[in-house]
């Protein structure tokens, strides 16, 4: 049985790319558009993974860590933020949200692979 990914990005282009690259590592791909779309098909889905973007609009990436740690079944999966932002304050905030990684865009898509493959025992 395959794992199943999330990626959750306001950039169309970025949640193709990121859901090609994953699909052909033989993931499945949930894209959501924003942080609010992502917690709706939690509902209804179960994932292994969630990759986020950290600005979206209605809810950012920070938010919907915090959102996705405080559901049960969720508390403990990968969660990488893919996002422009390097500073180290905000990789402090998304690691004391509950972020487990974090790859800064442009990414190299076997960056994203081998960052998946690490955090996703």
């Known amino acids: 049985m395959s ?3 999330m ?3 306001d950039s169309s282009s ?4 990121v859901s090609f690259t994953l699909k052909k590592e033989g993931y499945e791909v949930i894209q959501a558009v924003d942080g609010n779309d992502a917690l709706e098909k939690l509902k209804t889905a179960q994932v292994n993974m969630v990759i986020t973007d950290l600005n979206m609009p209605n809810l950012d990436g920070i938010s919907l860590i915090k959102k996705v740690r405080a ?3 969720y508390k403990f999966i990968p969660i990488i933020m893919l996002t422009t932002e390097s500073q180290d304050s905000k990789k402090s905030e998304g690691k004391a949200a509950g972020a487990t990684g974090w790859i ?8 994203l692979v081998t960052v998946v493959k ?3 025992k």
């Open 3 to 5: 794992k199943t990914i």
């Open 7 to 9: 990626t959750v990005d």
């Open 14 to 17: 970025i949640r193709q790319m």
């Open 71 to 73: 559901i049960p079944s």
């Open 104 to 111: 800064v865009k442009p990414f190299k898509p076997e960056q």
């Open 118 to 120: 690490k955090v996703m």
